[in-house]
């Protein structure tokens, strides 16, 4: 990509400071136990519960490792993923998402708006997904979201979904944990995620001449319920630390993948468990890959804080919305200038 353009420069607030925080960082949880039961009357497993429910209050953001995603499944589509972004932006760009095609390839000189020093290929789980039509609330038709395949490497196709399986597993599993650490039946949510409206990308960020003036990923937090990142051993990553506001850089664990709540985790669990900002620091010397799975519930999904987290006491601090809404707002805003400010949870909050 050569020199920062200044379109990519940040604002000096947002700006990587260089040397970063290396410190005892986010909890590293072994799933091992749940491998072979998922009993919560077992003391291993519900040691795991207690971690989990701990890591999601204190960090949003966790490791594990003993997941059960096959190493060879990830290192497949690492490879695909590795050998996709090494040709021609000529040939990537015969995959270019648009405002029809929402899933595909996009680097950044193409979406003004984003900054980020980094190149990106999506595609959805659900083929088709179902989706409203439009962000006006009154309309209730729907539309199918659909992925663009590239020719080459002809096994990226197979890698990707072959992953993608897993990778929903994995999240079941991880939702089951967060039900019953917030003491609800382990099967809680699973009912939310039938019709998933949920996607995958694959991230490139080229070594960037200038690191302290541009973000891999500017800072934010993820919409969804949660997501799980593979990250490769190059690191970048940084967490928003809750107790100081301190940028915290998540260490590259080999094999081990990095849980984060996302916003709907924290609507669902009133605010006990809250979304965290994260951003990617980019560096001179070595690109960086990383794949991150964002499980998101079906598009008719109304989001509100659980009945059963909520009561007198405490109320709900926030009102319903729609989680196809929302997504399609969100999509749109992509492509053209909405009149309204990118949708954030927030928007829904319950002044107290
Ligand atoms: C994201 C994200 C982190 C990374 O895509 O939402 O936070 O390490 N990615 O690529
Ligand atoms: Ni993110």
């Known amino acids: 990509m050569g020199e920062v353009d200044p379109a990519f420069i940040q604002d000096p607030e947002h700006r990587p400071r260089i040397s970063f925080t290396e410190a005892k960082g986010i909890p590293l949880i072994d799933l091992s136990p749940i491998a072979k039961t998922l009993h919560p009357s077992s003391d291993e497993v519900s040691a795991v519960v207690r971690e989990i429910g701990n890591a999601c209050e204190e960090w949003g953001f966790f490791q594990v490792i003993n997941h059960g995603v096959p190493l060879e499944m990830r290192q497949r589509i690492e490879d695909v993923s590795r050998k996709f972004f090494a040709q021609s ?23 003004k708006n984003v900054r980020d020093w980094k ?21 209730k038709e729907v539309t199918e979201w659909t992925n663009q395949w590239p020719d080459y490497p002809l096994e990226l196709r197979e890698a990707c979904q072959e992953y993608a399986q897993e990778m929903v597993k994995l999240a079941y599993k991880l939702m089951e944990l967060v039900a019953l650490s917030l003491g609800l039946p382990g099967d809680k949510f699973h009912g939310f995620f039938k019709d998933q409206t949920s996607f995958m990308r694959l991230n ?3 070594p960037c001449p200038s690191p302290h003036l541009a973000l891999g990923v500017g800072r934010h937090k993820d919409v969804g319920a949660l997501t799980i990142l593979a990250q490769d051993d190059v690191g970048g990553l940084e967490v928003k630390r809750k107790t100081d506001g301190e940028w915290i850089r998540v260490n590259p664990t ?8 996302g916003d709907i985790i924290q609507v669902w669990s009133n ?3 809250e979304s965290v900002d994260h951003r990617v620091v980019v560096n001179s010397k070595r690109e960086r890959f990383s794949i991150p799975f964002f499980f998101y519930p079906a598009h008719y ?8 987290l909520t009561n007198d006491q405490m109320p709900a601090k926030y009102r319903a919305y729609s989680w196809g809404k929302f997504v399609t707002t969100r999509k749109q805003s992509n492509f053209r200038k909405l009149n309204v400010e990118n949708l954030q949870i927030y928007h829904f909050r319950i002044p107290e």
Do not use: Q
């Open 271 to 273: 605010d006990k468990y």
């Open 204 to 206: 490139h960020y080229p």
């Open 301 to 308: 999904t109304m989001v509100k804080p659980l009945e059963e």
């Open 89 to 111: 932006l000529e040939e990537k760009r015969k995959v270019r998402r648009n405002e029809k095609e929402v899933y595909g390839y996009y680097d950044s000189e193409h979406t």
């Open 119 to 139: 190149e990106v290929f999506d595609f959805t789980i659900e083929e088709p997904t179902i989706i409203p039509a439009s962000h006006e609330p009154d309309d």
């Open 254 to 261: 080999a094999d081990a993948y990095i849980i984060n709540v």
